[in-house]
T-cell receptor
Framework: DQQVKQNSPSLSVQEGRISILNCDYT??????FLWYKKYPAEGPTFLIS?????DKNEDGRFTVFLNKSAKHLSLHIVPSQPGDSAVYFC??????????FGTGTRLKVLA | GAGVSQSPSNKVTEKGKDVELRCDPI?????LYWYRQSLGQGLEFLIY????????KSGLPSDRFSAERTGGSVSTLTIQRTQQEDSAVYLC?????????????FGSGTRLTVV
């Protein structure tokens, strides 16, 4: 049972445009969601999180939106830069230390 | 150290051999996690250590897998009698607190290939 799904394995976006990465989840007990970014041969790095009591969290060029009724979250990157090219993982947790990760979306930002 | 350090970065082993993977967490981080990423899969939780509490081993896929954390710092993940399906990137992470949206700091991982 895959509790966190990232249905788009890859995405290409022109530099300067908006990147939208999507994530769906099934576990209604999740109370925190996180996004991680991973470059090749490196470990994932924490990007941004959102509590289930919020519907939006913004940090610079990165904004995460949460739609609890649809069990859907998305990460918006505006404007996209070539250095944003990486694999992005979303994760959910139900107030514990155990994060359930999706399979990732590979973002390519074209210069 | 400044980050989470894992060794070796790459390991090729023959089927049936035992392997040990090492993780040095960030100094002062009480929580330590092991995850793995198999090809085309998400990050799969394996085990969690928090201070002196009993570890949560619920993610270990079989009894061939074990892990320990000595002195509340360095951790070793051991895989006995390795199988080809054990091939994956094994990631260690640590955090000063556990739970919620704090996020972990991951190491660069150990790429294990069982031939």
């Amino acid at each position: 049972d895959q509790q966190v799904k990232q249905n788009s394995p890859s995405l290409s976006v022109q530099e300067g445009r908006i990147s939208i990465l999507n994530c769906d989840y099934t576990n209604s007990m999740f109370d925190y969601f996180l996004w991680y970014k991973k470059y090749p041969a490196e470990g994932p790095t924490f990007l941004i999180s959102i509590s289930s009591i919020k519907d939006k969290n913004e940090d610079g060029r990165f904004t995460v939106f949460l739609n609890k009724s649809a069990k859907h979250l998305s990460l918006h990157i505006v404007p996209s830069q070539p250095g944003d090219s990486a694999v992005y993982f979303c994760a959910g947790t139900s107030g514990t230390y155990k994060y359930i990760f999706g399979t990732g979306t590979r973002l390519k930002v074209l210069a | 150290g400044a980050g989470v350090s894992q060794s070796p970065s790459n390991k090729v082993t023959e089927k049936g051999k035992d392997v040990e993977l090492r993780c040095d967490p960030i100094s002062g981080h009480t929580a330590l996690y092991w995850y793995r990423q198999s090809l085309g899969q998400g990050l799969e939780f394996l085990i969690y250590f928090q201070g002196n509490s009993a570890p949560d081993k619920s993610g270990l896929p079989s009894d061939r897998f074990s892990a320990e954390r000595t002195g509340g710092s360095v951790s070793t993940l051991t895989i006995q009698r390795t199988q080809q399906e054990d091939s994956a990137v094994y990631l260690c992470a640590s955090s000063p607190l556990s739970g919620g949206g704090y996020g972990y700091t991951f190491g660069s991982g150990t790429r294990l290939t069982v031939v």
